[in-house]
């Protein structure tokens, strides 16, 4: 039996998609003003923006797609729910130790599960 190659197209198209949905959650149209506010930092303008950040948070959804990707070979679905969760919890457990509120802790696990449903929609359009 031959194994199902890696959905490289939908691997990609989960992580810029996720990427975009970020930048609107911590917009200040959607959440970014609470969010802000509730983990102790300013939102900048568009000049200032944290690019180190951002390429961090690129790699982590870049992987976080590919352990989706590798889940939908195999058909395994609750593993990358699992790991999605993971993700979320350690986000929430980090922030939590840096003092951010309730509410920025919901925001940042909120992004980390839409994230992840996103690229498992990817992998089943793709």
Same mark, same amino acid.
């Not at 970020?22 to 959440?31: H, K, T």
């Not at 900048?44 to 948070?57: D, E, I, L, T």
């Not at 959804?61 to 979320?88: H, K």
């Given at each position: 039996?031959?194994?199902?190659?890696?959905?490289? !197209?939908?691997?990609?198209?989960?992580?810029? @998609? @996720?990427?975009? =949905? #970020?930048?609107?959650?911590? /917009?200040? &149209?959607?959440?970014? $003003?609470?969010?802000?506010?509730? /983990?102790?930092?300013?939102? #900048?303008?568009? %000049?200032? &923006?944290?690019?180190? @950040?951002?390429?961090? %948070?690129?790699?982590? =959804?870049? =992987?976080? @797609?590919?352990? +989706?990707?590798?889940?939908?070979?195999?058909?395994?679905?609750?593993?990358? !729910?699992?790991? !999605?969760?993971?993700?979320?919890?350690?986000?929430? /457990?980090?922030? $939590?130790?840096?003092? $951010? /509120?309730?509410?920025? =802790?919901?925001?940042?696990?909120?992004?980390?599960?839409?994230? #992840?449903? +996103?690229?498992?929609?990817? %992998?089943?359009?793709?």
């Amino acid at each position: 039996m031959e194994a199902e190659a890696l959905n490289w !197209i939908a691997v990609i198209t989960g992580t810029i @998609a @996720a990427f975009l =949905l #970020g930048w609107a959650v911590y /917009s200040p &149209m959607l959440f970014g $003003k609470g969010w802000a506010e509730g /983990s102790g930092v300013e939102l #900048g303008s568009a %000049q200032s &923006m944290p690019v180190g @950040a951002m390429v961090a %948070q690129l790699v982590a =959804l870049f =992987l976080l @797609a590919l352990v +989706i990707g590798r889940t939908a070979m195999t058909g395994d679905l609750w593993t990358a !729910i699992i790991a !999605i969760l993971a993700a979320a919890a350690f986000v929430m /457990s980090g922030g $939590k130790f840096s003092g $951010k /509120s309730t509410y920025a =802790l919901m925001v940042d696990a909120g992004y980390i599960v839409a994230a #992840g449903a +996103i690229m498992i929609i990817a %992998q089943g359009i793709f």
